[in-house]
């Protein structure tokens, strides 16, 4: 099995940056591919951008531009994080933001979200 812990969170003033991180442990040779996605209250959750182990990347246009994924990867094991460093950031990007570990086509793993606040 996967786990999957996002840190990273907190608050930060409008303009500002913050570099959230999804640390994954166990099975990690069996995870496809990480993805970030983000709640605020009474929406649903979004994508964000997701990587796979082979570095292929995907954003979606809620941040697009402002947002870079990247990975980390154990050497013999596989994909063992995923940071997402974000810029520019404003209060319609309050919200808890959650890591996805996929494992196979319908098997997903979610974190217990971390939450990030923008306001002055």
């Known amino acids: 099995q996967v786990q999957v812990v996002e840190s990273g969170g907190g608050l930060v003033q409008p303009g500002g940056s913050l570099r959230l991180s999804c640390t994954a442990s166990g099975s990690i040779w069996s995870i496809y591919a990480l993805g970030w996605y983000r709640q605020a209250p009474g929406n649903e959750r979004d994508l964000i951008a997701t990587?796979?182990?082979?570095?292929?990347?995907?954003?979606?246009?809620t941040m697009k531009g402002r947002i870079t994924i990247s990975r980390e990867i154990t050497k013999d094991r596989g994909m063992s994080a995923a940071n997402l460093h974000m810029s520019s950031l404003q209060p319609e990007d309050t919200a808890v933001y959650y890591c996805?570990?996929?494992?196979?086509?319908?098997?997903?793993?979610w974190g217990q979200g971390t939450q990030v606040t923008v306001s002055s």
């Open positions: 996805n570990a996929q494992t196979g086509p319908e098997s997903f793993t």
């Open positions: 990587i796979t182990e082979g570095g292929i990347t995907t954003y979606s246009d």
